[in-house]
């Protein structure tokens, strides 16, 4: 307890295949940030310039998986966190993004980059810098080892809330009425 | 080939690559790779957008009345601009030409509560470190942690100006992030009573507050002048929507575009019809297309969308203290700050603080208590709906089958209107910062900070789809075979 307790939890977040809602649900835990940071502190995440994940005793991942760097990312996140935890419909569903894969690829992409008709010169962008796209998007567990899974879209803040606050209190995390939602 | 300076390098085979990968403390999946010479010289910089999802591809077919609660979902910084960009196309389609006054003031409230949060959270949570401590300052505190330690008082207010905001969403919506408030033809609620004077009880402190937040920035000009007039700075023209009088409107008006010096390229141009002002280019090197003004062609036809551009091309603002700061921006230093890049966030803040005001004067209009909430009209095939999102204009439109399906769907979001720009100055700061000199990470970070002061917003701008150029297999953790990659299905 004590041990746990006083030292500050490392938490390292990111969003994969998703649209940023359930960072910004995290955030709408409003002021209790403030008293949020007494007891974690964070690793890599949107919100500071760690570029890598290090060894973390909680990785947040909101969004699916949709192309390799979703991957590799996901694999870092996995090989360095304690407990991972998939955040919202993205990552534990795939997601509104997951719609595409009733889609063949090829053609999405004739018809976006060559036949559509706002674009002046058509071309396929190619790049190597550009990671490359799997063909279905994919729920994270299917993976990587998934440990907690927090349903909505996004998740209410009170819900990260008070999932964060149970682990940071050595509880095991639950949910109860109104905080479990699917919308 | 581009002939743009730093664009493409002559031979990139030759030269040494530098990735910032991921871009932090930006919304998305971006990162700026730079080639290198062996004398340190940059060569190339390119900002790449790396991830695509087929928004508009996967909406074909879906009953149009799905729409504006789908496509909120590329964002969840402003799910609100979508949602109302959609609505506005789709209340064409269902004949919706005028609404009611309460759907009208209703979808305004709602929007100017985004565009408070969303502001607020670009500012205070994401851009402030850079300001605050310095464009190299340490990492280990160069986030809103590192603010909440120093200046307890600034991060508060950022953190309240947001739950503020999110609060009008709320009430207008339904819910923070990805609410159901607004429907074709009108909206699905108004506010009550108790509502109303739950959110006019705190609207003084938040003008107050964004007040204080333009003069931050204004002390932040005060305190550097030198770097901040220069900082990734560019000329460009420009494209906002005006309302027809010249004010600033962020939900509704006509097109206009100037030239950098300030000579009109077209006004007050009805948005229904866009294509015949702006048509895409594609790079291989990015997933986010690069619009251009026709006129001009894909070459010279770049332009710059944004809080800066509203604030500095508007007539003026129609509530009174924010245009107050408008003029005192566009007075200070000859000028200068409002053609320099990191007058973003001056200009931004000035905005928080339009969007304050104007939520004040709607939350005493008493049409927002109204219950006349829908209209309707002769049935359409098509609509485009275009709004000033957070981050620029924002174009939805959208063809609808006579089964109420969605045959086709294009989008033009803010910050892919930003892709030329936002490529022009990072090579800025790489031509002036980074050129010859040995990459440190506080370098490095004076990139993102160019990259910051536009806002991007990433998520927002991969709503295509892209290319598999190779075979690779994705493994589950026991090695079984999930998803594999197939080459050249393109």
């Known amino acids: ?183 | 080939m581009s002939t743009l300076p730093l664009e493409t390098a002559a031979h990139p085979g030759q030269l040494r690559r530098v990735v910032i990968e991921p871009l932090s403390r930006v919304e998305g999946h971006g990162k700026v790779t730079l080639l290198m010479d062996e004398d340190d010289h940059v060569q190339q910089a390119r900002l790449h957008i790396v991830e695509f999802r087929a928004f508009e591809k996967f909406i074909q077919g879906r009953p149009y009345w799905e729409v504006p609660v789908m496509v909120q979902r590329l964002c969840g910084i402003c799910p609100v601009s979508h949602h109302l960009a959609a609505c506005k196309a789709l209340d064409q389609v269902v004949g919706a030409t005028t609404l009611t006054p309460t759907a009208e003031k209703i979808r305004r409230l709602m929007h100017y509560g985004q565009i408070l949060q969303s502001h607020a959270l670009h500012f205070f949570h994401l851009s402030s470190p850079d300001l605050l401590f310095g464009f190299g300052s340490d990492v280990a505190r160069r986030n809103i942690v590192g603010v909440a330690a120093a200046h307890p008082e600034v991060a508060r207010q950022g953190v309240l100006l947001r739950k503020y905001g999110q609060e009008v969403i709320r009430h207008t919506a339904g819910k923070r992030i990805h609410g159901t408030g607004s429907v074709p033809g009108g909206v699905n609620k108004s506010l009550t009573a108790a509502e109303r004077d739950e959110l006019q009880k705190d609207i003084y402190q938040m003008i107050a507050w964004s007040r204080d937040a333009v003069r931050l920035v204004r002390q932040l000009f005060e305190q550097d002048l030198e770097t901040y007039r220069c900082f990734g700075s560019f000329e460009a023209r420009t494209l906002s929507l005006v309302r027809a009088d010249g004010a600033m409107d962020l939900y509704h008006g006509g097109l206009r575009a100037r030239h950098a010096d300030g000579r009109t390229i077209f006004d007050h141009v009805e948005y229904g019809h866009y294509w015949e002002q702006i048509s895409e280019e594609v790079k291989a090197w990015s997933y986010m297309k690069f619009p251009y003004l026709r006129a001009l062609g894909h070459e010279d036809g770049w332009y710059r969308v944004g809080p800066l551009t509203r604030v500095t091309r508007c007539d003026f603002i129609p509530t009174p203290l924010a245009d107050r700061e408008r003029r005192e921006f566009m007075a200070f230093d000859d000028g200068r700050a409002a053609r320099s890049t990191l007058g973003f966030h001056w200009a931004r803040m000035i905005e928080m603080l339009h969007a304050a005001e104007a939520i004040k004067d709607l939350l005493h209009d008493a049409d927002l208590l109204g219950s006349d909430l829908m209209a309707s009209g002769p049935r359409q095939a098509r609509g485009v709906g275009v709004i000033e999102a957070p981050r620029g204009t924002l174009i939805h439109h959208y063809r609808v089958d006579e089964n109420d399906q969605v045959a086709r769907a294009n989008l033009i979001v803010s910050t892919t209107h930003n892709n030329h720009a936002m490529n022009v100055a990072i090579r800025e700061v790489a031509r002036k910062y980074l050129d010859g000199r040995k990459l440190t990470e506080g370098l490095l970070n004076h990139i993102e900070v160019a990259v910051r002061a536009f806002d991007p917003c990433l998520s927002c701008a991969t709503h295509a789809i892209g290319k598999m150029p190779l075979e690779v297999q994705l493994v589950d953790a026991e090695g079984a075979v999930v998803d594999s990659l197939v080459r050249g299905s393109a």
């Open chain 1, 1 to 183: 307890m004590t041990e746990v307790t006083r030292r500050k939890l490392r938490v390292a977040t990111t969003s994969l295949a998703g649209c940023f809602g359930c960072h910004m649900s995290l955030l709408d835990i409003d002021e209790r940030l403030f008293a949020l940071l007494e007891r974690v502190e964070f690793d890599r995440s949107p919100l500071t310039d760690i570029k890598h994940c290090g060894p973390c005793d909680l990785g947040i991942v909101e969004g699916g998986i949709c192309n390799a760097e979703n991957v590799h990312v996901l694999r870092e996140f996995r090989a360095n966190c304690k407990i991972l935890v998939a955040m919202g419909a993205c990552a534990v569903t795939g997601g509104l993004p997951a719609q595409r894969n009733h889609l063949d690829l090829g053609q999405c992409l004739q018809e976006v980059y060559l036949t559509d008709p706002s674009v002046g010169q058509g071309l396929i962008p190619n790049d190597p810098e550009l990671p490359l796209p799997l063909d279905k998007v994919h729920p994270l567990h299917e993976v990587v080892k998934v440990d907690y899974f927090i349903p909505g879209c996004p998740p209410p803040g009170d819900a990260i809330w008070k999932f964060l606050t149970d682990l940071i209190e050595g509880r095991t995390p639950k949910l109860g009425h109104g905080l479990i939602h699917y919308d």
